[in-house]
């Protein structure tokens, strides 16, 4: 299974962007794709995540109310729109899916985010 993220880039604060990530390879039962991010000296943190079955969405806290998660399940991509970005946002951004609810099994190679203050 290969992930392909994009959409990162620089933005000034109050900017928005629209990260998107595709599945490609085997065939497999997608349970939930979500999004991460890492920024320098720090451990990766969730972002967001949506099922494939039922689009429930999920999101931390610091993102709640800019950040909207969505899917296209025909495409097998995820989307996340990012408006109101602050400049805490700045991290590489991942994709993963999970296949059960036990946890993500497939990572994206991740992608540049940066916030100008």
């Known amino acids: 299974v290969q992930l392909q993220a994009s959409g990162g880039g620089l933005v000034q604060t109050g900017g928005s962007l629209r990260l998107s990530c595709a599945a490609s390879g085997r065939t497999f039962s997608t349970y939930a794709m979500g999004w991460f991010r890492q920024a320098p000296g720090k451990e990766r943190e969730f972002v967001a995540a949506i099922r494939w079955s039922g689009g429930r969405k999920d999101y931390a806290d610091s993102v709640k109310g800019r950040f909207t998660i969505s899917r296209d399940n025909a495409k097998n991509t995820v989307y996340l729109q990012m408006n109101s970005l602050k400049p805490e946002d700045t991290a590489v951004y991942y994709c993963?899916?999970?296949?059960?609810?036990?946890?993500?099994?497939?990572w994206g190679q991740g992608t540049q985010v940066t916030v100008s203050s």
């Open positions: 993963a899916v999970a296949v059960t609810s036990a946890g993500y099994d497939y």
